[in-house]
């Protein structure tokens, strides 16, 4: 239960991409990592510490015992489904500002419906030729997008197709440039010092624990800052005197990962050519190295049991969720399978497989598409949840601990091909 009040005060810090990166920094130089940047050239040594951002949306931390050791990977994401301002997205409307929103990612549209809601993000200012990023998030209940009354919308609860542009644009009050000037204020700017943003809504509901006996918790962004936290988390707990433990926490998963920053990106693959001494090295050590993509699996839903697979069906609590998928939607295959399970036998933590119905498509994630740039053996795993790409999700109290004790145990293991 600790570990999950510990994942719930994360989230809440974590409203974002870019503030989750934020937060992850802070834990890693509160562990004595050594901030790096790609522009500048890097004197490695052994027993170093170091990690390093793209695009203030992704990072990747590395521990070195020694050159030459295999590369143990953990991969996660640090975005969610939300809904991002336009550039110019004031609407006067009757009796109300409003804003013009687009939708990130396959959200479900309705969980986002009379929520207090507030904005965070990024904005970016240009001063003498230096580009400055300068983080937003206004920490207030600022924004609601309202419900139509049942007695305009008789036939709600029979379905309903939701617009994004006539259903889910956020009310922000009655001053028109208010939200502009409360953005930059928060940015510390004047409002016209701002040359760009990204900046999205994100839901202001508390994470809690429920259930008769605390079973559960629920909260904004499981899907994947629950992998994120719990990956990091065993990464730092680790101790290895050979492998290479590297920790990844990709932007854009949500959309593809084709980004500059995502897991489709060069970003994994430059950082670890740069931790090796030349090409030869690089190639040797990734045909030893193992990888695994984290993010969150469907838990069968009490409700709809019928759309999960009869066999291959997963529980929240019940461990590290070992995913597959014929057409290699996710990468996991006999050996990577194996791995896994060893490793979980060696943490005395439960495991469970899961595989989409059939006549059901599933989402992909990062493992395959990371590995057009990184080839390794690698597996897709996660955790059970509900309410997937809701704005509030819910998911095993008991479960964050297994994935710590899990990944901790993953990166002082050395899996021999």
Aim: include cysteine.
């Amino acid at each position: 239960m600790e570990n999950t009040n510990k994942l719930i005060k994360f989230i809440e810090k974590s409203t974002d991409c870019y503030h989750t990166v934020k937060t992850v920094s802070d834990m890693l130089e509160k562990d004595g990592f050594t901030r790096l940047s790609e522009s500048d050239e890097w004197n490695l040594r052994c027993g170093g510490r170091y990690y390093v951002t793209r695009n203030s949306s992704s990072v990747i931390a590395f521990k070195i015992p020694r050159f030459g050791g295999a590369f143990m990977i953990c991969a996660s994401h640090t975005d969610s489904p939300s809904f991002k301002l336009k550039s110019d997205f004031e609407i006067n409307a009757d009796g109300a500002v409003k804003l013009s929103v687009e939708g990130y990612g396959g959200m479900i549209m309705s969980s986002w419906l009379d929520r207090p809601l507030s904005v965070c993000g990024r904005a970016v200012t240009v001063e003498n030729g230096k580009v400055n990023t300068r983080l937003v998030n206004i920490d207030r209940d600022l924004l609601v997008i309202p419900s139509l009354a049942v007695h305009m919308s008789r036939d709600i609860n029979k379905g309903y197709e939701f617009n994004i542009r006539n259903d889910m644009c956020p009310i922000a009050g009655e001053r028109s440039g208010a939200i502009t000037d409360i953005i930059a204020e928060n940015a510390g700017v004047k409002s016209g010092e701002i040359k760009g943003f990204d900046l999205s809504l994100y839901n202001r509901m508390k994470g809690t624990i429920i259930g008769a006996d605390g079973e559960y918790f629920s909260a904004p962004r499981i899907d994947d800052l629950q992998c994120v936290y719990s990956t990091l988390k065993g990464f730092l707990k680790s101790e290895s005197a050979d492998n290479i433990s590297v920790f990844a926490a990709f932007d854009n998963e949500e959309v593809g990962s084709g980004t500059k920053q995502g897991a489709k990106s060069g970003f994994l693959r430059d950082t670890l050519e740069r931790i090796c001494s030349d090409t030869q090295t690089y190639k040797r050590t990734l045909s030893n190295s193992f990888m695994l993509s984290c993010d969150n699996a469907h838990a069968v839903h009490p409700n709809h049991a019928d759309k999960s697979d009869v066999n291959n069906r997963v529980y929240m609590n019940g461990g590290i969720v070992i995913k597959y998928n014929a057409n290699q939607r996710y990468t996991t295959d006999a050996v990577s399978e194996a791995v896994v399970k060893y490793v979980c036998e060696r943490a005395k933590v439960p495991y469970q497989m899961y595989a989409n119905r059939s006549d059901i498509a599933g989402g992909s994630t990062l493992g395959n598409l990371s590995s057009e740039k990184v080839s390794v053996n690698t597996a897709d795993v996660g955790l059970a949840q509900l309410a997937m790409h809701s704005s509030y999700e819910t998911a095993g109290a008991r479960d964050t601990t297994y994935m710590i004790d899990f990944v901790k145990t993953f990166y002082e293991t050395r899996p021999k091909f």
